[in-house]
Every structure is written in C-alpha cells, then in structure tokens.
T-cell receptor, first 115, second 113 residues
C-alpha cells in the first residue's frame, strides 16, 4: 500500500502572507497522480489542485501552487496571499494510475489564517 | 456541478442497531467510495465500488458492508453498530478513468451511544 505523510498537524499564517504545507509519499510506482484537497470547517471537501507525476512542470491554480519533487517524493502546497477563507483542513492524496482509482490520503494539516 | 448527496448530516444510533448510510451521485460516475474520517488519522477507505453490484474492501472493512444496486447509489451498512464506529463518514464518487478527482458529499457525523 502507498503511504502519504503530512508531518504538520497544525499551522497558522497571517492574512496576506504565504504558507507552505508539506506532503511526502512512498511508492515504487512511476505512473500516478497527486492531489490536494481542502475541507473548510463543517463543509464539503473540495479539490484544490492536482499534479500528474509524468509532468515536470508544477501545477498552479490562482493563489495555490505545488512544489513537486518526484525524486524526493515530495509534494508541497504553497498558498500565496492567504485569505481568511483558506482556513481549513488540507489533505494530500495519492492515486496509483495502474491499480485503479483508489486514493490514499494523508492525515491532514489544519491551517488557520489569522486576521 | 457534481452533486454527491449523503442522506443525513447527523445521526445518532444505539449499540447493536443496524445502521444504513446512503449516498447518491448525479454525474453518472462509475466509482463510489466510503471513507471514515477521524482526527489525527485522516481519511481511511472502508469500501469502494467500480460498478453496479461490485464492491472491493478498503483498508478498514471490518464491521461494515456495502450495497450498490444502482449506479448512482452506494449504501454503507453497519451490521451491528458499536461505539468505536462513532465517526464522520464521507462518501465520494469519480469517473473510472485515471486522473479524475474524487467528489465528496457533505459527510455524515454518526454517533453510536
């Protein structure tokens, strides 16, 4: 089984500042996808950004970007210009393309944006 | 937009009861998933399904079963509820093809007394 590790259970950031959430994973596969999901308090989990392992270019979605280091098996999420609405639990997830569509999630990082 | 609907946001049941959690998606997704979310443990997969009447065990299937009689509906069943099954339960769905993200419901917070 794949493992996904998020080593920061809780983080905080000042509004308008930049924060980076870390994620590492363990796999022997070469063909996979990585995702970051956001779960606001008492609200639905939604996709923030995804990265295909064969693409070297880091994915970007507005204020959200990733630093994908395939050799190091690292997939961090950078949030720029943090907003109060970014306060949420963030989950990193791994999907092995060759074995179907099962996702493996990390334990999550609780991010608080401080006004 | 994809809509994944879970039948209850909050549910309270008693030990030993048979509990049904229902999930319906409206996007013709082949895959459907049931997760359990506990603080410090993240999301753990209970069961998933690739097609009607098909099911696969996830990481923590013990004490649970599932049913998928129609493509849009995936039910999670606690055969005899126990207090250690008190948790948040999340349903998700996705297309079968790889790289497709999972779409989640709002979750059901289940308390077993």
């Amino acid at each position: 089984a794949q493992t996904v590790t998020q080593s920061q259970p809780e983080m905080s950031v000042q509004e308008a500042e930049t924060v980076t959430l870390s994620c590492t994973y363990d796999t022997s596969e070469n063909n996979y996808y990585l995702f970051w999901y956001k779960q606001p308090p008492s609200r639905q989990m939604i996709l923030v950004i995804r990265q295909e392992a064969y693409k070297q270019q880091n994915a970007t979605e507005n204020r959200f970007s990733v630093n994908f280091q395939k050799a190091a098996k690292s997939f961090s999420l950078k949030i720029s210009d943090s907003q109060l609405g970014d306060t949420a639990m963030y989950f990193c997830a791994f999907m092995n393309k060759n074995t179907g569509n099962q996702f493996y999630f990390g334990t999550g990082t609780s991010l608080t944006v401080i006004p | 937009d994809v809509k994944v609907t879970q039948s209850s946001r909050y549910l309270v049941k008693r030990t030993g009861e048979k509990v049904f959690l229902e999930c319906v998606q409206d996007m013709d997704h082949e895959n459907m998933f049931w997760y359990r979310q506990d603080p410090g443990l993240g999301l753990r997969l209970i069961y998933f399904s690739y097609d009607v009447k098909m099911k696969e065990k996830g990481d923590i299937p013990e004490g649970y079963s599932v049913s998928r009689e129609k493509k849009e509906r995936f039910s999670l069943i606690l055969e005899s509820a126990s207090t250690n099954q008190t948790s948040m339960y999340l349903c998700a769905s996705s297309f079968f093809q790889g790289s497709q993200p999972q779409h989640f419901g709002d979750g059901t917070r289940l308390s077993i007394l």
